[in-house]
Antibody, heavy 119, light 107 residues
Framework: EVQLVESGGGLVQPGGSLRLSCAASGFTFSRYTMNWVRQAPGKGLEWISYISGNSVTIYYADSVKGRFTISRDNAKNSLYLQMSSLRADDTAVYYC????????????WGQGTLVTVSA | DIQMTQSPSSLSASVGDRVTITCRASQGIRSDLGWYQQRPGKAPKCLMYAASSLQRGVPSRFSGSGSGTEFTLTISSLQPEDFATYYCLQHNSYPITFGQGTRLEIK
């Protein structure tokens, strides 16, 4: 069974840093491109970052570019999101998710981890 | 960036009704579109990919159509478990963008 399990969320002060992790199991992680998607409380979904299977290709949304860094460790079947210079508007549930471009198509999401940026 | 305009933003309907949700892309995206359902407190779940392909395990009352800039998701006969929020997503180019969401409520 495919599983994605996020961890690392919590309360952080504005300007602080946090590292999210996403542990993958049940599939050959290194073959999958992956994304981070977030959802602010009561708001819609926002894609924030993409990484290819070999980490060669990486994209960021403008809202996080220069502050967030996506990475992966295929040996550990793990995806990461290093977040720095956090702001109140980064408060959201953060999901790791398989890539909608993946073929054959597979739909996998973690349960989400809540990041709250507040003094 | 490609903008996805989803309508309506909310919809009240009854069990058994047929409902249609529309997404319009600001430029052509071929069929690079998915539809997602999200229940409160849960992760999104893909219903349709490639605009009109039903994700496995999703009931056949869900269908999708369109290509280019106009897309629709249709639920042929609403069931109680279908009351949720629906999003379209384009992956033709990065940044991936979502529609604003359609909240489907019980009338």
């Amino acid at each position: 069974e495919v599983q994605l399990v996020e961890s690392g969320g919590g309360l952080v002060q504005p300007g602080g840093s946090l590292r999210l992790s996403c542990a993958a199991s049940g599939f050959t992680f290194s073959r999958y491109t992956m994304n981070w998607v977030r959802q602010a409380p009561g708001k819609g979904l926002e894609w924030i970052s993409y990484i290819s299977g070999n980490s060669v290709t990486i994209y960021y949304a403008d809202s996080v570019k220069g502050r967030f860094t996506i990475s992966r460790d295929n040996a550990k079947n793990s995806l990461y999101l290093q977040m720095s210079s956090l702001r109140a508007d980064d408060t959201a549930v953060y999901y790791c998710a398989s890539d909608p471009r993946q073929r054959p198509f597979e739909d996998h999401w973690g349960q989400g981890t809540l990041v709250t940026v507040s003094a | 960036d490609i903008q996805m305009t989803q309508s309506p933003s909310s919809l009240s309907a009854s069990v058994g009704d047929r409902v249609t949700i529309t997404c319009r892309a600001s430029q052509g995206i071929r069929s690079d579109l998915g539809w997602y359902q999200q229940r409160p407190g849960k992760a999104p779940k893909c219903l349709m990919y490639a605009a009109s392909s039903l994700q496995r395990g999703v009931p056949s009352r869900f269908s999708g159509s369109g290509s280019g800039t106009e897309f629709t998701l249709t639920i042929s006969s609403l069931q109680p478990e279908d009351f949720a929020t629906y999003y379209c997503l384009q992956h033709n180019s990065y940044p991936i963008t979502f529609g604003q969401g359609t909240r489907l409520e019980i009338k």
